[in-house]
T-cell receptor, first 118, second 115 residues
Framework: GAVVSQHPSRVICKSGTSVKIECRSL??????MFWYRQFPKQSLMLMAT?????????EQGVEKDKFLINHASLTLSTLTVTSAHPEDSSFYIC??????????????FGPGTRLTVL | AQSVTQLGSHVSVSEGALVLLRCNYS??????LFWYVQYPNQGLQLLLK??????LVKGINGFEAEFKKSETSFHLTKPSAHMSDAAEYFC?????????????FGAGTILRVKS
């Protein structure tokens, strides 16, 4: 069964507000979590990698101040979209591998969060 | 840098016909390759993966893929399409990163199955 949960599954917010998305590993410790964004009818693009005990690493072109990532514990990583705008509307998916290798199977992906910014 | 290219953003087949979704990769090291399926408004589901060993990999729902190093390809096939196969399919390659294995996804192919 699923070993990674993501909350909320769907959120609608007004432009200018901040939204926090949580990704939790269940029954195992995840020192790393990958955050992906999927625009409508597009592929998944890696945004950043969160690491427990250190700063997140961001992919080229992703605004660090816009997308705040905090790896709060060995089972929780959060993505906060600050001052959200309609162009931030997307499907956000996390992936929590159980170690430094592997973690490609379905259960290591969160179910996704659909963000709609009005 | 590793990357994947999926030829054809949309593929349409008749129910019962062969499904062929194309994926070519670029990698400077032996690649780990994957196919995922995504149904509307849902997350990703792993169909199959190639890491090492047998180059013909069988996955769920009757899908299989063959790793061909000489052609740098990892095409996905299914002998007989079913209506329930209609979805979007992503080919992906694993990239070794500082903190673990990243996944780089192709642009995706939407499969339509006609009755």
């Amino acid at each position: 069964g699923a070993v990674v949960s993501q909350h909320p599954s769907r959120v609608i917010c007004k432009s200018g507000t901040s939204v926090k998305i949580e990704c939790r590993s269940l029954d195992f410790q995840a020192t790393t979590m990958f955050w992906y964004r999927q625009f409508p009818k597009q592929s998944l693009m890696l945004m950043a990698t969160s690491n427990e005990g250190s700063k997140a690493t961001y992919e080229q072109g992703v605004e660090k101040d816009k997308f705040l990532i905090n790896h709060a514990s060995l089972t929780l990583s959060t993505l906060t979209v600050t001052s959200a705008h309609p162009e931030d509307s997307s499907f956000y998916i996390c992936r929590a591998p159980p170690g430094t290798s592997g973690g490609w199977d379905t259960q290591y992906f969160g179910p996704g969060t659909r963000l709609t910014v009005l | 840098a590793q990357s994947v290219t999926q030829l054809g953003s949309h593929v349409s087949v008749s129910e019962g016909a062969l499904v062929l979704l194309r994926c070519n990769y670029s990698s400077s090291v032996p690649p780990y390759l994957f196919w995922y399926v995504q149904y509307p408004n849902q997350g990703l589901q792993l169909l199959l993966k190639y890491t090492t060993g047998a180059t013909l990999v069988k996955g769920i729902n009757g899908f299989e893929a063959e790793f061909k190093k000489s052609e740098t390809s990892f095409h996905l096939t299914k002998p007989s399409a079913h209506m329930s196969d209609a979805a979007e399919y992503f080919c992906a390659v694993s990239v070794r990163g500082e903190y673990g294995n990243k996944l780089v996804f192709g642009a995706g192919t939407i499969l339509r199955v006609k009755s």
